[in-house]
């Protein structure tokens, strides 16, 4: 073959990849109109049905050289595109989505913006007593950090554990906080304490087991309360991200992510702290993130590292627990910072110039 002949095969080679480059991309013109059409009528996107329609048809016209299962190899990448394109396009729909907001959203709790500078979220897994929380308070305020944590509902893996105080330790939180001019951050379990919980809390707590608690979700986009919404045990970014949108798309806009660790096979910490969800999340969406180093490692000897990894990756936030004694804490005994370690956890991110 001469050269010029293979010149001349390699333009009609290039002059036909342009013809499919043009042919695929008008079949994607079409998916994405079919995308939309699907999502108004909340049709699933993938239609094996339809794609063994496809198939059938592509196989019986197939004159070679190319074999069947060539054919359909290349038929299924393509329809595989077409689905992820298809999705990509509803995620950008999302009203948590960068693409629907770029301004990043600012979450504010009396003055704390959180989404603007880093802040800091601490107090007892548990709230315990009036005592106990006053002296976790007292610590805080010392280090200047406004938002105190701690559990008043618990939702435990065993039923035989410590299941908190109820309203009771709502009580306890809302009074503590006043007197030390601290504002509430409290898990909220049942849908019906939702709209009673801005009585006692200024941020609703939705734990990881809850992350899919639609009935939850739902009732929390039904409040003006900012929202902290923990990533499930399980549960994709993705996942995570259409967790928040029930609650925006509902009304409610002040939703804080924290991302508090995922199961993995990894034993030497309770979760594995995918510091990654970080980085992207902000990319994706307009909310702020915060990181729990408590329940992600299930440690405390990592709090300052961790602490300095979530920040740099570009956190918000961190979350901690902290108790006044915490071998004899009713939950979480070994993840939760005494108040020496505290300070010690404040001083390093201070010292970094994260605070
Ligand atoms: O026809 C549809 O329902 C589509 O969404 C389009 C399409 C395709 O690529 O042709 C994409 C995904 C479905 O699994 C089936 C078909």
Same mark, same amino acid.
């Given at each position: ?110 003055? #704390? ?43 435990? #893996? ?110 030497? #910490? ?76 404040? #001083? ?8």
């Amino acid at each position: 073959m001469s050269n010029q002949e293979l010149e001349e095969l390699r333009a009609k080679v290039d002059e036909i990849n342009l013809q499919l480059l043009h042919l695929i991309n008008k079949r994607a013109e079409i998916i994405q109109e079919i995308g939309n059409i699907k999502t108004k009528q909340g049709m699933p996107r993938f239609d094996p049905i339809r794609e063994r329609e496809m198939i059938d048809k592509i196989r019986a016209n197939n004159n070679g050289p190319f074999d069947d299962n060539t054919i359909l190899h290349l038929f299924k990448q393509i329809f595989k595109a077409s689905l992820d394109l298809q999705e990509v396009d509803n995620n950008k729909k999302l009203l948590v989505s960068r693409d629907r907001h770029p301004e990043d959203t600012i979450v504010t709790v009396g003055d #704390t913006e959180i989404g603007k500078k880093p802040i800091m979220i601490a107090g007892p897994c548990s709230v315990e007593s009036e005592e106990q929380v006053s002296i976790v308070a007292k610590s805080l305020v010392e280090q200047g950090v406004k938002l105190i944590r701690g559990g008043a509902f618990k939702p435990r #893996t065993s039923p035989y554990d410590f299941q908190g105080l109820g309203i009771e330790g709502l009580k306890i939180l809302r009074k503590v906080a006043d007197n030390y001019g601290l504002k509430v951050v409290s898990e909220i379990v049942n849908p019906a304490d939702i709209e009673i919980a801005p009585e006692y809390v200024d941020v609703i707590q939705i734990g990881a087991r809850n992350m899919q608690n639609f009935e939850l979700l739902k009732a929390a986009g039904q409040v003006n309360t900012p929202i902290l919404l923990k990533r499930g045990l399980a549960a994709t970014i993705e996942e995570f991200l259409f967790a928040a949108e029930y609650i925006v798309s509902r009304g409610n806009t002040q939703v804080i992510l924290v991302e508090r660790g995922i199961r993995t096979y990894e034993k030497w #910490t309770r979760n594995t702290l995918d510091i990654l969800a970080v980085p992207i999340i902000k990319q994706e969406s307009h909310l702020p993130v915060i990181v729990d180093i408590s329940h992600s490692a299930g440690r405390k000897d990592v709090a300052i590292p961790i602490a300095k990894a979530a920040l740099a990756a570009g956190a918000d936030g961190i979350m901690v627990e902290v108790h006044p004694d915490p071998p004899v804490a009713l939950s979480d005994a070994n993840q939760q910072l005494d108040l020496n370690e505290f300070n010690s956890l404040m #001083t390093a991110l201070k010292k970094a110039n994260f605070f």
